[in-house]
């Protein structure tokens, strides 16, 4: 059974930096493309940055590029996301997500089959 678990959100100030961590179990990473999301209040999945299996490059979405970073440690079957530089406007929840086996990278929350349960952040300005 595959689950992902992700941890780190909280509340930050304007222009702080969090680390978001994402544990998964029944997969082996690197056989994935994994991704993180984020959802505002009455807002759809906007996807953030992706990592693709088989791959070293990292997909950024404009709105997070040179702020964000993903990583993953496939050791540890775990993945990160640091972000710096917050902004309000960067106020959701935050998810993890992975592909099925060998799937690609994509924008769209259905290209990706498994999540985790989401963890808040919060900016205040």
């Known amino acids: 059974q595959v689950q992902l678990v992700e941890s780190g959100g909280g509340l930050v100030q304007e222009g702080g930096s969090l680390r978001l961590s994402c544990s998964t179990s029944?997969?082996?990473?690197?056989?994935?493309?994994m991704a993180w999301f984020r959802q505002a209040p009455e807002k759809e999945h906007e996807g953030l940055s992706c990592?693709?299996?088989?791959?070293?490059?990292?997909y950024y979405t404009d709105s997070v590029k040179g702020r964000f970073t993903m990583s993953r440690d496939n050791a540890k079957n775990t993945l990160y996301l640091q972000m710096n530089t917050l902004k309000p406007e960067d106020t959701a929840t935050y998810y993890c997500?992975?592909?099925?086996?060998?799937?690609?990278?994509?924008?769209?929350?259905?290209?990706?089959?498994?999540w985790g349960q989401g963890t808040q952040v919060t900016v205040s300005s």
């Open positions: 997500a992975a592909s099925g086996r060998n799937g690609a990278c994509a924008w769209a929350a259905s290209r990706f089959t498994y």
């Open positions: 990592i693709a299996w088989g791959d070293v490059t990292t």
């Open positions: 029944g997969l082996a990473l690197a056989g994935y493309s």
